[in-house]
Each structure stands twice: as C-alpha cells, then as structure tokens.
C-alpha cells in the first residue's frame, strides 16, 4: 500500500513540476518527467512487478524520444 501511496504523491508532483516548471530548460523538464515516471512505476508496483517493468520500459522510452525530438527540432530554429 506505501508502494502506491508514494506512486501516487510522485505521479502527481513530477506532472505539475514538468507542466509548469520554474526553470524553462529542457533537461529540467526531462528530469520531472522521470519523477512522474518513477511515480507510476511505483503504483504498477504495487500490483505487480512485470507490469511495473513493462510500464517503466514503455514510458522510458516514448518519453524520452518525445523530448529528444524537441530539442533537436528547437535547436534548429535556434541556428537559422
């Protein structure tokens, strides 16, 4: 149940902090939202431990392309 409890207040907070972060840079952005990821990770946890593997591979993942994407396409407008 702390598993759960936990998964959820880092759900929660890595989601507001990565919508309305304070500093504006990606990489600040990235690292909330592996807070949301490890929040998540937590409350599949708490059901069972392949679905939390699965669901920590799979969020990795389209999270991490969904931000590198943006920032290649930002550092494009930034050098023309």
Do not use: H, W
Request: proline share 1%; glycine share 6%; hydrophobic share 60%.
């Amino acid at each position: 149940m702390i598993e759960f409890i936990l998964g959820c207040i880092l759900l929660i907070a890595g989601g507001l902090f990565t919508a309305f972060p304070r500093d504006r840079r990606y990489i600040t952005r990235l690292i909330n939202i592996e807070v949301a990821e490890f929040g998540l990770v937590l409350i599949m946890l708490s059901f069972s431990e392949v679905l939390a593997l699965v669901t920590f591979v799979a969020v990795n993942v389209v999270s991490t392309f969904i931000f590198v994407r943006l920032i290649e396409k930002k550092e494009g407008r930034d050098m023309q």
